[in-house]
């Protein structure tokens, strides 16, 4: 599913987990584990390893605190003028060209 505050507030879903580790009985092994993302309303929200409800049997390993998936504002792209553009030049050129006289 989406995420609330992606539809309401144009956030971006950022998941920065792919794989949890888990410890189980071979039998008892989920194929896959489903993130519940109705919970994220607001911008800056997050779910962590430890909002994740194992089912039984199954024990989920590592960093409780780690973030699986977060919402983040969107970003804005921004025109920067670059100063090197400018058509003049604080040093001004001096045009010291001369022609040869003749003798």
Do not use: C, F, N
């Amino acid at each position: 599913g989406e995420a609330p505050a992606v539809r309401s507030q144009g956030g971006v879903l950022v998941q920065s987990m792919y794989r949890l580790l888990v410890e189980s009985l071979p039998l008892e092994m989920p194929e896959r584990i489903d993130v519940d993302l109705s919970s994220l309303e607001e911008l800056d929200q997050s779910i962590r390893v430890s909002d994740i409800a194992a089912s039984q049997g199954v024990k989920l390993v590592g960093d409780l605190d780690e973030i699986i998936v977060r919402i983040t504002s969107p970003r804005v792209q921004q025109s920067v003028e670059d100063s090197s553009d400018s058509v003049g030049s604080e040093h001004p050129v001096d045009e010291g060209i001369t022609e040869a006289g003749t003798d």
